[in-house]
């Protein structure tokens, strides 16, 4: 089992940018693929990136290419999400996500597939 803790959201102009950080404890972080998902008011739980055990497959959802990038330290059982050129339809909270049962270097990009989850951080971008 593990723990995951979120950090880092926040209220920023359009065009700002955020480095979301997700924290693991309890178990061997470099087991799971690791993903981030956001959910807006009124909307389903997206996924946005994730990433496999050793940072090899990386994937973006379409609207995130080139202005976000996921990351993980498996020496500090982390993982982080960079964004930048932030826009107003980026307003969610975000989840950072572990999936243990992945096989190889698959990153899974369906919520349910994802056994642990963090508490989530809101991140605003004003217009």
């Known amino acids: 089992q593990v723990q995951l803790v979120e950090s880092g959201g926040g209220l920023v102009q359009a065009g700002g940018s955020l480095r979301l950080s997700c924290a693991a404890s309890?178990?061997?972080?470099?087991?799971?693929?690791m993903g981030w998902f956001r959910q807006a008011p009124g909307k389903e739980r997206e996924f946005v990136a994730g990433i496999s055990r050793s940072g090899v497959t990386i994937l973006y959802t379409e609207s995130v290419k080139g202005r976000f990038t996921i990351s993980r330290d498996n020496a500090k059982n982390t993982v982080y999400l960079q964004m930048n050129t932030l826009k107003p339809e980026d307003t969610a909270v975000y989840y950072c996500a572990a999936d243990r049962a992945s096989r190889g270097l698959v990153v899974r990009t369906t919520a349910r597939e994802y056994e642990y989850w963090g508490q989530g951080t809101q991140v605003s971008v004003s217009s």
């Open positions: 309890g178990s061997t972080f470099s087991t799971y693929v």
